[in-house]
């Protein structure tokens, strides 16, 4: 029974996030976003502090390095902190256009590599056919972000909800199989007992 609980509850928390995604996709976001952010300026605040305690054993190429970094963290940060706050509608769109940013680098790349293959005659296999899918998902992306984020968070949404459902149904059954297993035992105990007489 102990080890059915937490699985009871952690569907219920899937199928709550479920619906709270459904329902305030922007809000969930936000919070999903904004708890990114914290985490960056966190991390980058420990970084700091590590660099100042450790600046005797870091060279300084290290902790230049190690310094920066940090910096960057906080500021990315931030900036998705005050983003998320002050336009929340934005982020998946800049998400979105670094994903199709992604894609056109590697048609790019693909078809810089299928010259250098063909040119010395070597196979290219998939490889124009791999540049030709990067840049119309990144064409895709690039022209239609906000639907395609829509779609994306209600598909996550929905199958997260659903395995929040499966879970909370597997939890019931085995709570009742555990609950008829243990009233089974208990007659078979009592009835040797009485035979035992």
Known sequence: MRRIIP???SGALMVFIGLYMILRPSGFLTVVISA???YEVIDGVKTLI???KLREAFGSFVRSISFGKSL??????LAVIIIAIIAPN??????VYIIAAAFLFSGLVSIVDLLALSKNDIPTGTLG??????FVFALILFLFPNFLTGIVMTVFAAILFASGIVMIYGSI???LHARKIRKLMGNSSVNSFQDVD
Do not use: N
């Not at 960057?72 to 940060?77: L, R």
């Not at 934005?90 to 998400?95: A, E, F, K, R």
């Not at 056919?129 to 990067?134: D, G, H, I, R, Y």
């Open 36 to 38: 990114f952010g914290v």
């Open 72 to 77: 960057v963290s906080m500021i990315a940060g």
């Open 173 to 175: 059954v085995a709570m």
């Open 90 to 95: 934005l982020i998946p769109t800049v998400i």
């Open 7 to 9: 699985l009871l509850i």
């Open 50 to 52: 590590a660099v100042y």
């Open 129 to 134: 056919l791999e540049a030709v899918l990067s």
